[in-house]
């Protein structure tokens, strides 16, 4: 089974230029998550969708991030403009359903610098 | 302020030593899960608890929740470098509408010859 595929996988980018992450999850899975890593640090979720539907955005910064998933499979999630304190690992992750035992695949992330 | 503490934040140990890593919070989960994030890879998630007390055994790896569901911890028997990693704790809240996993703040092992 395919896992947790993201592009790119690396981006360098000036700030206040604009940048696209693309995943795409686990075939069947209808939950999709969006983490942001900064270093040191646990992942935060950015955004989560159920289908094509957002569940959780609350800790989105709407203001620049946002984030699609128009057919309920594969979703980006679009930065502009950036800031230098947006460097850090943008995960996508995905599971089978929502819930509170459920495991979350994750993709290999897409490392973002801000110069 | 981090809802999910973990501690230490740093382990170097030798191949062979015992380690435990602790994971805190004042918040209540339904279930607390347990990943490991190599360099340049997604976590992979170790194991969920999901009952208070609750232990589960991974080979070497036993897991423990705390009996009030707010604590848990990882404890590694006979360190191999391959338990090299970024160790991450991550609960499960309820918030109406959606179970939101939260993360912890990682604790970062390496395990040396």
């Known amino acids: 089974e395919a896992g947790v595929a993201q592009s790119p996988r690396y981006k360098i980018i000036e700030k206040r230029q604009s940048v696209a992450f693309w995943c795409n999850p686990i075939?069947?899975?209808?939950?999709l998550y969006w983490y942001q890593q900064i270093l040191g640090q646990g992942p935060k979720l950015l955004i989560q969708?159920?289908?094509?539907?957002?569940?959780?955005d609350s800790q989105l910064p709407k203001d620049r991030f946002s984030a699609e998933r128009l057919k309920g499979v594969d979703s980006t999630l679009k930065i502009q403009p950036a800031k230098l304190e947006d460097s850090a690992v943008y995960l996508c992750?995905?599971?089978?359903?929502?819930?509170?035992?459920?495991?979350?695949?994750f993709g290999p992330g897409t490392r973002l610098t801000v110069l | 302020t981090q809802l999910l503490e973990q501690s230490p934040q740093f382990l170097s140990i030798q191949e062979g030593e015992n380690l435990t890593v602790y994971c805190n919070s004042s918040?209540?989960?339904?279930?607390l899960q347990w990943y490991r994030q190599e360099p340049g890879e997604g976590p992979v998630l170790l194991v969920t608890?999901?009952?208070?007390?609750e232990v589960k055994k991974l080979k070497r790896l036993t897991f423990q929740f705390g009996d009030a569901r707010k604590d848990s911890s990882l404890h590694i028997t006979a360190a191999q470098p391959g338990d090299t990693g970024l160790y991450l704790c991550?609960?499960?809240?309820?918030?109406?509408?959606?179970?939101?996993?939260?993360f912890g703040t990682g604790t970062r092992l390496q395990v040396t010859l």
């Open positions: 918040s209540v989960f339904s279930s």
């Open positions: 969708f159920q289908n094509n539907g957002v569940v959780d």
């Open positions: 992750a995905s599971s089978p359903l929502a819930g509170s035992y459920n495991e979350q695949f």
């Open positions: 075939s069947g899975h209808a939950t």
């Open positions: 991550a609960g499960y809240l309820n918030t109406g509408t959606a179970s939101k996993l939260t």
């Open positions: 608890v999901v009952t208070g007390g």
